[in-house]
Nanobody, 122 residues
Framework: VQLQASGGGLVQAGGSLTLSCAVS????????MSWYRQAPGKQRELVAA????????NIADSVKGRLTISRNNAKNAVYLQMNKLKPEDTAVYYC????????????????WGQGTLVTVSS
């Protein structure tokens, strides 16, 4: 399984971006996918996670109401729609995947993408 994240860029505060993560390989075996981010000088943190069929989601309190995770099984992809962006959303965003549904809670993912940089200017 390989993950390819894209869609990052520079945006003004209050703006929107959509990140995409394309999955190649055994997508059918992937039951949990998520987005993490790591800001300069900070630890990586969970942004949002979703299981196959969107039966379970896990969204960080700091982004609830502004960021939405979704997946398109037909396109083997997961997305992160980001609205009302703030400067504190500036980070490298990583997508992650695992065959275990429980990864949405445990945060234990086997597969990671390379990251895409989101910069929000004030």
């Amino acid at each position: 399984v390989q993950l390819q994240a894209s869609g990052g860029g520079l945006v003004q505060a209050g703006g929107s971006l959509t990140l995409s993560c394309a999955v190649s390989g055994s997508y059918f075996a992937i039951n949990a996918m998520s987005w993490y981010r790591q800001a300069p000088g900070k630890q990586r943190e969970l942004v949002a996670a979703i299981t196959s069929g969107a039966g379970r989601t896990n969204i960080a309190d700091s982004v609830k109401g502004r960021l939405t995770i979704s997946r398109n099984n037909a396109k083997n992809a997961v997305y992160l729609q980001m609205n009302k962006l703030k400067p504190e959303d500036t980070a490298v965003y990583y997508c992650a995947a695992d065959t275990n549904y429980d990864a949405v809670e445990t945060g234990k993912y086997e597969y990671w993408g390379q990251g895409t940089l989101v910069t929000v200017s004030s």
